[in-house]
């Protein structure tokens, strides 16, 4: 499993209640319900994961967050997890939002657009960036709002979300964020892992 | 009605006081089982036909010497496996496979009871099945599942017996039958109605049969079982068995040759007033009704877990129907899955070999019964 979904699930408390927001194909999910919690559920766009999802004996509904979340009651979840998924929606601050209402805290990751490797694709490639994180094209790409740590630290202070914990990740290694290595975080690290709360 | 002697029937002595206000008691419901129940009687499924089926579900039908409606999906190793499972199918009461329906027989009269069957609703075909629980001491269900109007007894069994099914799967349903579909029954009513032999309903009588008008409701609703790229696919302007048309009324092409089959076919196997009564329940079918259009309250005390299955082609109960339903559930935080299968075959795809259909039901069945243990 890869070290993102390890600290996804070592954040989470046992047998708390959780919904997994673009579950893919259940890996995250399996491994929480299994070792963490039973009381969790998926949302995931693509028919293939959903199936995929069943196989493994997850609860999932095929849906998309951005039309479906809002069917969730507020409250309703101790936990909901969104892994590297906000970038690629029309109104990620509609579904911030909605994280926000539906879970107790919510689990937020992102591929840093502010990585040096990325900025340094742009600034002498020339080129929209191409990195593990960020596997795509501009043309075939599904991120619609990329945005980097330092973006999003910035999104969450503007709106007095609670950014309790928040933490970056790179080559596997795990570090943690605050106010006086952010721009240090912003430029050296692939993914930020963010844990917030109303 | 020799044909008719072979059938498993449990006579009900319950009184059952229906919607309408009747109460029917001592009164006969037929069934099939499939698979055996295990010791601890925790493998029971029960499952819900549709309008025009009845309780063989599986392997050969003995009245039609067909196969069972759902036989793709029960049966050893099938997705509703019976080496693991003991599968209950009972002909709902208002059908004509032996339960009691229009064509019982009045026991003052000794004639069919024809039109003066009392109008039936899903609960009531629901509440009257619910007596097989008894009938073999089955104090749990694990699963209840069905497609079309089989959905629709799903969700009002759950409704009525919060606790007594572990999963339910309604398949291509809605919890609130539409304009459309009321629509469409009402002009396969009236088809049967316009029948010069359907006599009033009183047809038996003088031995008689609407078999036209039946045989044009058939047709009606067979376009509404299928999907318009399903039916361009199968037929497009495919002529019968001639190289041009004929400039006349006779079925040149395939499609109307297929229709008229399918409606000929219909009419040795179905009762007309059957037809009507079932067709009425349907139309009658508003789960929300009594919670003030609150889907919510209606489950709002089940402990099942629930599993949705809608299909893309599927118009007559289209996917925003069934979504309608994940909402409802999302909404009191009940145990829902949900999931869309492409198919092009329309409504009557969850009576098909459709694999990512079957899978999935398997996959969420066989996985659910493991939790259990």
Known sequence: MKEEFKIIANSIQKNKSILDVGCGDGELMKFIYENISNKIRGLEISKDNVQICIQKGLTVIEGNAEMDLQQFPSNSFD??????????????????????????????????????????NLLFKGTMPVTKTLPNEWYNTPNLHMCSIKDFVNFCNK????????????????????KFNLNFKNLTSELGIFLLEK | ?????????????????????????????????????????????????????????????????????????????????????????????????????????????????????????????????????NHFGISKLFC?????MGGMQ?????????????????????????????????????????????????YELENLSPAKGLSVARMAAHITYLS????????????????????????????????????SIFVDRFDANSYLYITRAMDYFDLSKNYNGDLSKVFKNTKTKFFIISFTSDWLYPTVENRE?????????????????????????????????????????????????
């Open chain 2, 228 to 263: 318009k790229k399903g039916l361009q696919e199968k037929f497009g302007r495919k002529l019968q068995e001639r190289d041009k048309i004929k400039f006349g009324f006779d079925a040149d092409f395939q499609i109307e040759s297929y229709l008229r089959y399918q409606g």
């Open chain 1, 79 to 120: 936990y909901v997890i969104l892994s590297q998924t906000l970038q690629a929606f029309l109104n990620p601050e509609k579904v911030i939002n909605d994280l926000l209402r539906i879970g107790k805290t919510s689990i937020v990751t992102i591929p840093n657009f502010g990585y040096w490797k990325v900025r340094f």
């Open chain 2, 1 to 133: 009605m020799e044909k008719y002697n072979n059938i498993k029937k449990l006579i009900i002595n319950k009184p059952l006081k229906l919607d309408c206000g009747v109460t029917i008691s001592d009164y006969p419901l037929a069934y099939e089982t499939y698979g055996n129940l295990n010791r601890s009687k925790d493998n029971a499924i029960m499952v819900f036909h549709a309008l025009t089926g009845d309780q063989f579900a599986s392997g050969k039908n003995p009245v039609t010497n067909k196969d069972g409606w759902w036989s793709y999906v029960i049966g050893p190793n099938k997705a509703l496996d019976t080496n693991k499972y003991f599968v209950i199918c009972a002909n709902v009461i208002g059908g004509c496979m032996g339960s009691y329906g229009p064509n019982s027989i009045d026991q003052n009269s000794g004639n069919k009871i024809g039109i003066n069957f009392p109008v039936i609703t899903i609960n009531d075909m629901v509440n009257a099945q619910f007596n097989l629980l």
């Open chain 2, 325 to 373: 339903i994940v909402i409802a559930l999302n909404a009191i935080n009940a145990d829902v899955g949900f999931l869309e299968i492409k198919s092009d075959k329309g409504h009557d795809s969850f009576l098909l070999d459709v694999p990512d259909f079957i899978n999935s039901l398997k996959n969420f069945v066989d996985n659910s019964y493991k939790k259990q243990l």
């Open chain 2, 144 to 148: 209840v599942t069905g497609g079309s």
């Open chain 1, 159 to 178: 709106r007095k979300i609670h950014l309790f914990k928040s933490l970056a990740l790179t080559n596997n290694k795990v570090s943690s964020i605050n």
């Open chain 2, 154 to 202: 799903v969700l009002q069994f759950v409704a009525n017996f919060p606790d007594k099914s572990k999963i339910a799967i309604p398949i291509a349903c809605s919890a609130s039958h539409s304009a459309q579909n009321i629509a469409f029954n009402e002009l396969g009513r009236q088809a049967i109605m316009a029948d010069e032999n359907w006599k009033n309903g009183n």
